[in-house]
């Protein structure tokens, strides 16, 4: 299982970006998914997931009403469309998926299994 985030870049706040994931080696379809970030010198936190076959989605306090996940079956892509970028929003962002298929939204760290390599954001002010 593979996962292979892209997207990042540098933005200035009040803009977007809209961050890809795409995902190999298993059924897409069957598994939750998740965006996390990591900003330096803090801890990696939870951004947003969806629950298996695209069903419900949950989002972290800073991201609702600004952030979006979703995904094409099709292309065995998960996305995060940010809009309204703050710089506080800088960090780098991972998506993620669990070991074992059938699961809800999942937030915390422990849950996910396999991660991809991380895409820079960056916010400036």
């Known amino acids: 299982v593979q996962l292979q985030a ?28 998740g965006w996390f970030r990591q900003a330096p010198g803090k801890e990696r936190e939870f951004v947003a997931s969806l629950a298996y076959r695209g069903g419900n989605t949950l989002y972290a306090d800073s991201a609702k009403g600004r952030f979006t996940i979703s995904l094409d079956n099709a292309k065995n892509t998960v996305y995060l469309q940010m809009n309204m970028l703050k710089p506080e929003d800088t960090a780098v962002y991972y998506c993620a998926s669990p070991f074992f298929s059938g699961t809800g939204n999942l937030r915390e760290e422990r849950e996910y299994y396999f ?11």
């Open 6 to 33: 892209s997207g990042g870049g540098l933005v200035q706040a009040g803009g977007s970006l809209r961050l890809s994931c795409a995902v190999t080696g298993r059924t897409f379809s069957s598994y939750a998914l």
């Open 115 to 125: 991660w991809g390599q991380g895409t820079q954001v960056t916010v400036s002010s």
